[in-house]
């Protein structure tokens, strides 16, 4: 069964900031990874999809790169904004998605 | 579009009662799913649809039946409550080619069971 892991569990940066999310899976027979962002009492909405032959997306000051063989992804986030104060999910589309616990982003001003 | 919409938004059972979830979307995708979210266990598929008319089991079935009579709905019914299924409810959409095709996802339905 699919494991997806992301670390760390919370972070709390200054307004600014450059950072960087991780995503683990053990099984690397995937179609694509995804990237959502949870704000509290909302659903999520997409930010990144890596299909399997991809190496990276970008949109914006989001960048998310995949290395498939290693089980590893990470969402990186220039310049970091208050408004990006949200909770970050990642999920690996195989048989079935499978979703990570999630990291809880607070950008301090 | 309203994308994908989620009826109730909040509802309180007592153990053993039963209730329906109703999740419509309006962009007329093939895929649709049931995740269920816990603190600390991450969202969980519980059962997903395929087209109208197919349903298939997730990772956590047990305790919940679906129904896909119409494309742009999926119901999740549960038959007799139980503590355990308080949870947040989510259903999602999806067009197809699982390649390169992301989910929407509803707002939730937010369930207690007592």
């Known amino acids: 069964k699919q494991e997806v892991t992301q670390i760390p569990a919370a972070l709390s940066v200054p307004e600014g900031e450059n950072l960087v999310l991780n995503c683990s899976f053990t099984?690397?027979?995937?179609?694509?990874l995804q990237w959502f962002r949870q704000d509290p009492g909302k659903g999520l909405t997409s930010l990144l999809l890596i299909q399997s032959s991809q190496r990276e997306q970008t949109s914006g000051r989001l960048n998310a790169s995949l290395d498939k063989s290693s089980g590893r992804s990470t969402l990186y986030i220039a310049a970091s904004q208050p408004g990006d104060s949200a909770t970050y999910l990642c999920a690996v589309a195989g048989n079935q998605f499978y979703f990570g616990t999630g990291t809880s982003l607070t950008v301090i001003p | 579009n309203a994308g994908v919409t989620q009826t109730p938004k909040f509802r309180v059972l007592k153990t053993g009662q039963s209730m329906t979830l109703l999740c419509a979307q309006d962009?007329?995708?093939?895929?649709m799913y049931w995740y269920r979210q816990d603190p600390g266990m991450g969202l969980r598929l519980i059962h997903y649809s395929v087209g109208e008319g197919t349903t298939a089991k997730g990772e956590v079935p047990d305790g919940y039946n679906v129904s896909r009579l119409k494309k742009q709905n999926f119901l999740l019914g549960l038959e007799s409550a139980a503590p355990s299924q308080t949870s947040v409810y989510f259903c999602?959409?999806?067009?197809?080619?699982?390649?390169?095709?992301?989910?929407?996802f509803g707002p939730g339905t937010r369930l207690l069971v007592l």
């Open positions: 962009m007329n995708h093939e895929y």
């Open positions: 999602a959409s999806s067009y197809e080619a699982r390649e390169v095709e992301t989910q929407y």
């Open positions: 099984d690397s027979a995937i179609y694509n």
